[in-house]
């Protein structure tokens, strides 16, 4: 059962990243050269008998490197659902701001191509973005600026947000403290609308599932023994 444990985590972590965004997934295991791997040894995606061979690990990678994504990008009821919300609450007001995290780098990655392909003005915050991050939020907050900042949870702390009012998980952590701290960039002083929105995506029938029913779990156990929740 020890030796289990790592690959046990390995599983629930591609399992985790996959239900994020499988486009996202597939994008970076591509970036990072483990995307054959995957396709045969944990997803079972049989490959065709001419990349079968052993000398032929260079064809497994370019055949890997050509793998068709546009088909599931269509298929997307994920990003689909994010689209449709964004773009009847920009109807309603064209200044609006939307704060979006997600844990996978490769997600919001993918959510920026899309969106911005899309017509929308976003800006990303994440650990490879060199960008100076003080200098990223004033023009996130101006009005002329972007509407949607797509965050890891390298912004979850220490930045302030209470001019926007609508927080997207787009997946989520196990911990609900790295929950109620993206809600806390919000949720703070100098907020003046009455109530903030917290939007939770996922997907049915996923992990996804699983880890928003731990985290109702966990905030109960913290109810009964503490108290309610602000």
């Not at 490769?106 to 650990?127: K, M, P, S, V, W």
Request: net charge negative.
């Amino acid at each position: 059962q020890t030796c289990a444990l790592p690959i046990l985590f390995a599983l629930m972590a591609r399992q985790r990243q996959m239900a994020s965004s499988i486009v996202g997934a597939i994008e970076s295991w591509k970036n990072s050269g483990v995307l054959e791997e995957l396709l045969q040894e944990d997803l079972g995606i049989l490959i065709p008998e001419e990349f079968s061979e052993p000398d032929a690990a260079a064809d497994l990678s370019d055949l890997a490197a050509h793998l068709d994504i546009s088909e599931l990008e269509e298929q997307d009821t994920k990003y689909n659902a994010l689209r449709d919300f964004l773009q009847k609450s920009l109807a309603k007001n064209p200044h609006e701001k939307f704060v979006l995290f997600a844990f996978f780098k490769g997600t919001l990655n993918y959510l920026n191509r899309r969106l911005e392909a899309e017509g929308f003005r976003t800006t990303l915050l994440h650990g490879d973005i060199d960008s100076d991050r003080t200098e990223l939020i004033d023009k996130f907050a101006s009005n002329n600026g972007p509407n949607i900042l797509l965050s890891s949870e390298v912004g979850s702390e220490g930045i302030d947000l209470q001019f926007c009012r609508f927080l997207i998980n787009y997946d989520l952590p196990w911990n609900p403290m790295r929950v109620e701290q993206r809600i806390g960039r919000l949720d703070r002083l100098g907020q003046k609308s009455d109530r903030i929105s917290i939007i939770n995506l996922q997907v049915i029938n996923t992990i996804e599932d699983r880890i928003i029913m731990r985290l109702y779990e966990r905030i109960n156990v913290f109810r009964e023994s503490i108290g309610d929740l602000e």
